[in-house]
């Protein structure tokens, strides 16, 4: 399990002072990947984005958790859960903010599955 926070600040987000959504699956690719990185300590690949849902919006001013974790795992794939929850740093209101399932291959140096 990788376990990551971080604020947001007003750089992050757009137009509505929310976090920009790119940003945010910067920030599941980023953690998903040294999920499956600790499985199979071997080089990998993002394969595909299976889901991002976006449940609520995450303001400036709020931190962001991200909790991943391998779902499942084939001969060289592996499904990794992402869970995001928001935190309201002013009042400690935590949220959950997005779910997300990524799909990672395992490569060898030669980048052969």
């Not at 690719?29 to 449940?55: K, P, Q």
């Amino acid at each position: 399990m990788v376990i990551k926070t971080s604020r947001v600040f007003p750089s992050d987000t757009n137009n509505h002072n929310t976090l920009f959504g790119g940003r945010l699956m910067t920030y599941i690719d980023d953690t998903a990947s040294i999920s499956a990185s600790r499985h199979c300590r071997t080089g990998i690949v993002t394969a595909s984005t299976d889901s991002v849902d976006f449940l609520q919006p995450i303001k400036n001013d709020h931190s962001v958790c991200l909790e991943s974790y391998v779902a499942s795992t084939g001969r060289s794939s592996m499904e990794i859960f992402v869970k995001v929850i928001a935190e309201n740093l002013k009042n400690g209101e935590r949220y959950l903010a997005a779910t997300s399932f990524f799909t990672f291959v395992a490569i060898d140096d030669n980048g052969k599955t």
